[in-house]
């Protein structure tokens, strides 16, 4: 299973970016996917997850801000971050839950991260 995580860069405080993540692989069907981050210095932490119905849970201080969505066709998920803040800088990573086969064994996989940087 490989993801491919897109859509990070440079934004200005209160600007916005999307971030894409596309799974591919042999796998049945991707169960759950989702985001966290890691900024400098500190332990990598949630920020949303979405299941394959379209659950989508979040880091309660992310919520009005952050929307995760996804393709399940494609599979790829998406993180739409608006009004972003300096303290938004991190790394994201993109992770994915899949199910090997139809009622099988389950794989956890990361994405090689993309930097978000927000500018003060």
């Known amino acids: 299973v490989q993801l491919q995580a897109s859509g990070g860069g440079l934004v200005q405080a209160g600007g916005s970016l999307r971030l894409s993540c596309l799974v591919s692989?042999?796998?049945?069907?991707?169960?759950?996917m989702g985001w966290y981050r890691q900024a400098p210095g500190k332990e990598r932490e949630l920020v949303a997850t979405?299941?394959?119905?379209?659950?989508?849970t979040y880091d309660d201080s992310l919520k009005g801000r952050f929307t995760i969505s996804r393709d399940s066709k494609k599979p790829t998920a998406y993180l739409q971050m608006n009004n972003l803040r300096a303290e938004d800088t991190a790394i994201y990573y993109c992770?994915?839950?899949?199910?090997?086969?139809?009622?099988?064994?389950?794989?956890?996989?990361w994405g090689q991260g993309t930097q978000v940087t927000v500018s003060s």
């Open positions: 692989g042999n796998f049945y069907n991707a169960v759950t």
């Open positions: 979405i299941t394959r119905d379209g659950r989508a």
């Open positions: 992770n994915v839950e899949v199910s090997l086969r139809f009622g099988g064994p389950r794989q956890n996989s």
